[in-house]
């Protein structure tokens, strides 16, 4: 099949319809279909254990996502990273969504983490896999998309800067997901603590050229929008308590941690930026996280893993293109089979011919020589004889040869 | 923003898609299909309110029977409403049903459909997607003439295999030619044929959780085939508004008056109310019939290991047939050198003999030799 798509060119024009058309409607209608059919989205978690991602989460949608770590107490701690996905049905005001949390335990919790990333980012690569299949599929009508939409990651709140793993973890993925990094119990540091930690953070980022997700910036922005999204900006990385757990505050029920010297309210901005984080990834971008990963990093991937497979111009996960494929790499194989078998046949082949005639030309080079010293000797016998049959003195006789065969 | 705790913010996300498509804009395409003088053309412009598409040029009349083909024309245009900006493609096909013959005239309408499809197939395969064209026709209008009979035999078999491939939609122009009473038994009459032929016809979705909606969509359903009044003139009614309509000595048919014709429900359908259902549609259903019907087509199937089985199978005994065409090669040749190695041996015999002779023939002359050099001992055997 031809990989070209021949289009006509053809001109648009601007129009300008003199009264309302009514496609200015079709946000709404889509806003409609969407309440109806629900919304998905899959989160990820990686950071070391005991940073508080599950309570984060827990915070974050306000269930219990992950349940109470009492019982929970005496876990082992894993040997290797796993891969642990908790799916969760919420609803608000009858709106519903899907989640999926994947829980990486086990995340820097060794002494040797320098490979840590590789299972996350092979996680996150077979969930693309898994996808394109499914696109590449004859049936496609139940097509479920469960590639990974935003991976938030944690930050020990050491108050110093990124460590080594940070960076790597970060550099290796940040290509194929939106990465947030996040400063994890940030209640542990103080203001000032935190300013100095979070500069020092993004300096490492821009440093690294590591890429995490950011608000985009559209032009038909209003100004209302771009400002929320500036300051969502200003505070990233976000530094994050989480609180599953409510105390009585001022005769008000506040989620947040108490201390003697005073309680750190989740939900108070000037706490921290939990309420930025939320904002972030639930209020006003969770479906453009989803839209970054399916247009972009998932395109990436998709048409780096086409070239590299040499199938650039589609086809692309065609079983039957693939077996195409195969089948003319198999026939190329066949060929020099073929090439090399004969090249061996017919060098054997000539082998056993020279030999052959080697054998044929010996025997009878030997033979012509015997013969020749057999008819010399009877003649000088015969001679011999012929004088010693008139009286003459005969020479010496020469000796023959003993044996049967001539030749083997 | 200080919001109660118990909010997470889930109830923003329809906001949100309508944010991302607010901005993306949309491409509809729009195909109309029928009789030249249907009112095809009118009815473009009316839908669109501005000139979409140049009215024929009656000097091409004469050049007509001799091409004998239906044109397929298509028009782009930007349109910007309220912020949110549409590609439209309009597809028109001058000179459908204008000849004396018409069968098969249809074929160049179904195959450009088909190609479109086709089209958007080989460019989602390639590996750089990021600027699919796109013109999948989302919706197919399909002019009935207000003839008051019923169908035609040609326009049951055009919107048969219309129907069969994209959203279909009847509609009877010109309602203004044709009284209540008649449009009402003529309209029933379509569907019963519509009916007794099979033919696919879109239908919006009803069911909404809002009464007014579903009442709304319930309306839209049930006024199909769409009568509908075009005209792009603004005329002045006999009680002083000013309106789309065609002026008539006796009155004024109005293009957006519900008890003249059915144009708004129409435009409904096909914009305000159902566009995305009719996208939706197109992609989800028509296109992935006419992919999985390709795809089945050209041999594929998605139960892989069955055909992983056949064709490693298959493979493998290609190999062993090599194989076995080098071993009788072989066998044969081997047949050769063993006839010659045979034939060697006869000979080194042969040659032995030949010197044994010779080595008997000097023992004997030795012996004799021998003889006559002892000739006491030699001579009494002799005598
Ligand atoms: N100080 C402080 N402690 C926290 C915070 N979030 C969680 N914790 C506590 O840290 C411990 C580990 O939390 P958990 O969510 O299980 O961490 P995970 O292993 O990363 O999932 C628990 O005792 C939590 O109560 C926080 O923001 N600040
Ligand atoms: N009575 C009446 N005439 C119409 C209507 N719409 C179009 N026409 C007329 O029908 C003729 C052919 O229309 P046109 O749009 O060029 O038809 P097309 O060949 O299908 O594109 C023109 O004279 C129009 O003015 C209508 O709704 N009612
Ligand atoms: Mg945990
Ligand atoms: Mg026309």
């Known amino acids: 099949m031809s990989a070209e798509v021949e289009q006509p060119q053809i001109p648009i024009v601007k129009k300008k319809p003199n009264c309302f058309v009514g496609f200015a409607n079709l946000p709404n209608q889509v806003h409609r279909k969407s309440i109806k059919k629900g919304f998905q989205f899959t989160l990820m978690v990686v950071g070391e254990s005991g940073l508080g991602k599950s309570t984060l989460i827990n915070t974050l949608f306000n269930t219990s996502v992950y349940p109470n770590k009492e019982h929970l107490e005496a876990e082992e701690p894993p040997k290797t990273i796993k891969i642990e996905t908790i799916t969760t049905n919420l609803e608000e005001n009858g709106i519903k969504l899907k989640l999926n949390v994947i829980d990486t335990p086990g995340f820097g919790d060794f002494v040797n983490n320098e490979t840590s990333w590789k299972p996350i980012l092979e996680e996150i690569e077979t969930r693309f896999d898994l996808y394109l299949e499914q696109e590449n599929k004859v049936n496609r009508k139940k097509i479920v998309d469960e590639r990974v939409h935003a991976c938030l990651y944690f930050i020990a709140p050491t108050g110093h800067s990124l460590k080594p793993l940070d960076i790597e973890f970060m550099k290796r993925l940040h290509h194929r997901v939106n990465l947030i990094p996040v400063i994890a119990k940030s209640d542990l540091l103080t203001e000032e603590e935190v300013a100095g930690f979070k500069a020092r953070i993004m300096e490492d980022i821009s440093y690294n050229k590591i890429q995490i997700y950011r608000p985009p910036i559209y ?175 005969p020479g010496t006789p020469e000796k023959s040869r003993k044996g049967k065969g001539y030749f083997k | 923003m200080s919001s109660p705790n118990n909010f997470i913010g889930i109830a923003n996300l329809p906001n949100q898609r309508h944010k991302i498509v607010s901005r993306k804009g949309a491409h509809f395409t729009i195909m109309v299909v029928g009789e030249s003088g249907a009112g095809k053309t009118t009815f473009i412009n009316t839908l669109f309110a501005a000139l979409m598409r140049e009215y024929q040029n009656e000097e091409k009349r004469f050049q007509k029977q001799l091409e004998r083909t239906v044109e397929i024309e298509i028009i782009r245009a930007e349109i910007e409403e309220k912020g949110f900006n549409v590609q439209l493609t309009i597809i028109d096909t001058p000179g459908f049903g204008d000849y004396v013959n018409n069968s098969d005239c249809w074929v160049p309408i179904v195959e450009f459909i088909d190609e479109q499809h086709l089209n958007y197939m080989k460019q989602e395969r390639k590996a750089n997607r990021r600027n699919i064209d796109d013109m999948r026709v989302h919706a197919c209008l399909y002019f009935i003439q207000p003839t008051g009979h019923t169908l035609k035999p040609l326009d049951i078999e055009v919107m048969k295999q219309l129907g069969s491939r994209v959203n279909l939609i009847p509609v009877i122009s010109k309602a203004d030619t044709i009284t209540r009473a008649d449009l009402t038994a003529f309209k029933n009459r379509i569907l019963d044929c519509i009916k007794f032929h099979n033919i696919n016809v879109f239908c919006p979705p009803i069911q909404s959780d809002d009464e007014d909606t579903t009442r709304r969509n319930t309306a839209i359903a049930n006024a199909m085939p769409y009568a509908v009044i075009g005209s792009e003139q603004d005329v002045v009614t006999p009680d002083g508004r000013r309106v789309k309509g065609r002026q008539y000595l006796w009155g004024v048919a109005e293009v957006e008056n519900e008890e003249h014709c059915d144009f708004k429900k129409l435009r409904n359908l096909l914009i305000r109310t159902h566009m995305d259902s009719l996208i939706s549609t197109t992609e989800e259903v028509h296109y992935e019939d006419y992919r999985a019907n390709r795809l089945t087509k050209e041999g594929r199937t998605d139960d892989d290991p069955q055909v992983r089985k056949l064709f490693d199978a298959k493979m493998k005994e290609e190999e062993d047939a090599l194989r076995k065409r080098f071993t009788e090669q072989v066998r044969t040749e081997e047949s050769k050198f063993r006839k010659w190695e045979q034939e060697l041996i006869d000979e080194r015999d042969r040659l032995n003999k030949d010197l044994e002779a010779e080595h008997s023939a000097v023992q004997a002359l030795k012996a004799e030799i021998e003889a006559l050099k002892s000739p006491v001992q030699a001579r009494s055997p002799r005598k």
């Open chain 1, 219 to 393: 032009e038909n922005d209003d100004p209302e929008t771009l400002q929320e999204n500036k300051e969502i900006v200003l505070r990233m990385p976000f530094a994050v308590v989480g609180c599953d757990k409510e105390i009585e505050m001022k005769k008000k029920k506040v989620r947040g941690r108490q201390y003697p010297w005073g309680i750190i309210d989740v939900d108070n901005e000037d706490h921290c930026d939990f309420i930025k984080l939320r904002q972030m990834l639930i209020r006003t971008h969770m479906e453009e996280l989803r839209e970054y990963t399916n247009e972009v990093l998932y395109e990436n991937y998709r048409s780096n893993k086409l070239i590299a497979s040499g199938n650039e111009f589609g086809d692309g996960g065609n079983p039957l293109a693939r077996f195409e494929e195969e089948k003319r790499a198999h026939e190329a194989k066949m060929t020099k089979m073929e090439a090399e078998m004969k090249m061996v046949f017919q060098q054997k082949v000539q082998e056993k011919k020279n030999k052959l005639m080697q054998s044929d030309a010996d025997l009878h080079a030997r033979h012509k020589e015997m013969k020749e010293k057999l008819v010399n000797q009877r003649r000088e016998l015969e001679e011999t004889k012929r004088q010693l049959e008139s009286g003459a003195r």
